[in-house]
């Protein structure tokens, strides 16, 4: 079974500076899905990036990017000039490519925006 | 609709009782999914529906959960004789398809507090 490991419960980082949230997985496929979902205290959860396993290039979306390392199996947010709308919990996902269309979580990490 | 929509938003209920869940999908969205936020387990998939094919139930935690979508749209998750440790925050989301690319997009989720 797949796993997905955030080893940082908390994070804080100043407005306007950058930040990177860690995250690996395990599998033992070769083609899955990798997502960042914000979840702001409303509850509701916001596709932020995700990344094709198959594809090198490292998936962007405006402030937020990806460090996607297939061989270590780690997948990391960076955001950058960071705003006090993105404090929120980040979970990152895993999906496999055949089988199985759940998603499969991390613990979550929450980050924290000082002024 | 605009987004996916749950109801109700807070639910609380004394031990024993039964509770229904309810989920709108987006418009269109042809896969829907139950997860359950709970502080100790974290992000779980629970069911997974997808057009009139038989739903994936390998996420059910015991035979007390229940789900059922009718029409191929609105879908209800059923908890009987609960308990404490079913007080969670049950999210939905559905997708366009269930193709392995597709984005699940989530609803604001159902606080359920079990006394």
């Known amino acids: 079974a797949q796993t997905v490991t955030q080893s940082q419960p908390e994070m804080s980082v100043q407005e306007a500076e950058t930040v990177t949230l860690s995250c690996t997985y395990d599998?033992?496929?070769?083609?899955?899905?990798l997502f960042w979902y914000k979840q702001p205290p409303s509850r509701q959860m916001i596709l932020v990036i995700r990344q094709e396993a198959y594809k090198q290039q490292n998936a962007t979306e405006n402030r937020f990017s990806v460090n996607f390392q297939k061989a270590a199996k780690s997948f990391s947010l960076k955001i950058s000039d960071s705003q006090l709308g993105d404090a929120a919990m980040y979970f990152c996902?895993?999906?496999?490519?055949?089988?199985?269309?759940?998603?499969?979580f991390g613990q979550g990490t929450r980050l924290t925006i000082n002024p | 609709g605009a987004g996916v929509s749950q109801s109700p938003s807070n639910k609380v209920t004394e031990k024993g009782k039964d509770v229904e869940l309810r989920c709108d999908p987006i418009s269109g969205h042809t896969a829907l999914y139950w997860y359950r936020q709970s502080l100790g387990q974290g992000l779980e998939f629970l069911i997974y529906?997808?057009?009139?094919?038989?739903?994936?139930k390998s996420g059910l935690p015991s035979d007390r959960f229940s789900a059922e979508r009718t029409g191929g749209s609105v879908s209800t998750l059923t908890i009987q004789r609960t308990q404490q440790e079913d007080s969670a925050v049950y999210l939905c989301?559905?997708?366009?398809?269930?193709?392995?690319?597709?984005?699940?997009?989530f609803g604001p989720g159902t606080r359920l507090l079990v006394l």
């Open positions: 996902a895993y999906r496999s490519a055949g089988g199985a269309q759940k998603l499969v």
């Open positions: 599998t033992s496929e070769s083609d899955y899905y």
């Open positions: 529906f997808q057009g009139n094919s038989a739903p994936d």
């Open positions: 989301a559905s997708s366009y398809t269930a193709g392995v690319g597709e984005t699940q997009y």
